[in-house]
Antibody, heavy 118, light 108 residues
């Protein structure tokens, strides 16, 4: 069974940095890209970006390019989403998701709530 | 970049009735169209992919159809557990994935 286990909720201040994680199990980690999706409370789903665990190639939605980075630890089967400088507008739930071979996102993590507030 | 829109924003339907949710793409897209269900406090759940293929474990009352720029999710006889928010999504495009804004299906 595929499982994407995300790290716990975070409360941070504007200007701080943050890394959240997504640990994959139940499949070969390098077989699928890992995607990150944002959901602002009460709002819809926004695709942020993705990474190929094989070579760490990543690409992003223009809305998120330059504001976050994505990385992986291939040996541990963990993907990371990182902010160098958090803003209050980064307050949201962040999901990692894995696509099937055809491209659709079948498997999702449970989500990580990030609150950025002074 | 393809923009996805959904209508209506909110749909009120009685249990046992049929619900029809619409999704429109800003340009002709392939059949790489998925539907997700999301309940409060839960991650999205894949219902339909490839426009019309039900994901594993999804009841047969859920069906997807469409082509070109117009796509539809139909729930044939609403059960209490079906009241949720539904998102369409275009995948396998560049730079990645595009979600619609969602339709909230509520009990009438």
């Amino acid at each position: 069974e595929v499982l994407l286990a995300q790290s716990g909720a975070e409360v941070k201040k504007p200007g701080e940095s943050l890394t959240i994680s997504c640990k994959a199990s139940g499949y070969s980690f390098t077989d699928s890209w890992i995607n990150w999706v944002r959901q602002v409370p009460g709002k819809g789903l926004e695709w942020m970006g993705r990474i190929d665990p094989t070579d760490s190639y990543s690409n992003f939605s223009p809305s998120f390019q330059g504001h976050v980075t994505i990385s992986v630890d291939k040996s541990s089967g963990i993907a990371y989403l990182h902010w160098s400088i958090l803003e209050a507008s980064d307050t949201a739930i962040y999901y990692c998701a894995r696509p099937e071979r055809e491209g659709h996102l079948r498997d999702w993590g449970q989500g990580t709530l990030v609150i950025v507030s002074s | 970049e393809v923009v996805m829109t959904q209508s209506p924003a909110t749909l009120s339907v009685s249990p046992g009735e049929r619900a029809t949710l619409s999704c429109r793409a800003s340009q002709t897209i392939s059949s790489n169209l998925a539907w997700f269900q999301q309940k409060p406090g839960q991650a999205p759940r894949l219902l339909i992919y490839g426009t019309s293929t039900r994901a594993t474990g999804v009841p047969a009352r859920f069906s997807g159809s469409g082509s070109g720029t117009e796509f539809t999710l139909t729930i044939s006889s609403l059960q209490s557990e079906d009241f949720a928010v539904y998102y369409c999504q275009h995948y396998n495009n560049w730079p990645g994935y595009t979600f619609g804004p969602g339709t909230k299906l509520e009990i009438k």
